[in-house]
């Protein structure tokens, strides 16, 4: 079983960055693949971006590619979602979320959800 708590969250102008954080519980956090999901209001929750337990491999959705960075310290059973020139359209909760597949963008994947924390972008 993981427990995940994001942290981070905040308000940000447009151009800003802000850097996500996942804490994990565990002993076993290096199994899992993780991933970073996001919803809007009155939107589905839409995948962001994924890190494989291999070699530190990732992968995310275009709208963030580029801009976006995930990474994981094993050791310190974290993941972090670093954001960079933050748009309006970035605003949503953010969730970070556990697969103990490969990572994929479906979000039935995963097993395991934060409670999510609020990114706004401001104009």
């Known amino acids: 079983q993981v427990q995940l708590v994001e942290s981070g969250g905040g308000l940000v102008q447009a151009g800003g960055s802000l850097r996500l954080s996942c804490a994990a519980s565990?002993?076993?956090?290096?199994?899992?693949?993780m991933g970073w999901f996001r919803q809007a209001p009155g939107k589905e929750r839409e995948f962001v971006a994924a890190?494989?337990?291999?070699?530190?491999?990732?992968y995310y959705a275009k709208s963030v590619k580029g801009r976006f960075t995930c990474s994981r310290n094993n050791a310190k059973n974290t993941v972090d979602l670093q954001m960079n020139s933050l748009k309006p359209e970035d605003t949503a909760v953010y969730y970070c979320?556990?697969?103990?597949?490969?990572?994929?963008?479906?979000?039935?994947?995963?097993?395991?959800w934060g409670q999510g924390t609020q990114v706004t972008v401001s104009s």
């Open positions: 979320a556990a697969s103990q597949y490969y990572g994929s963008s479906a979000e039935n994947e995963y097993d395991y």
């Open positions: 565990g002993r076993t956090f290096s199994d899992y693949a």
């Open positions: 890190i494989r337990w291999t070699e530190g491999i990732t």
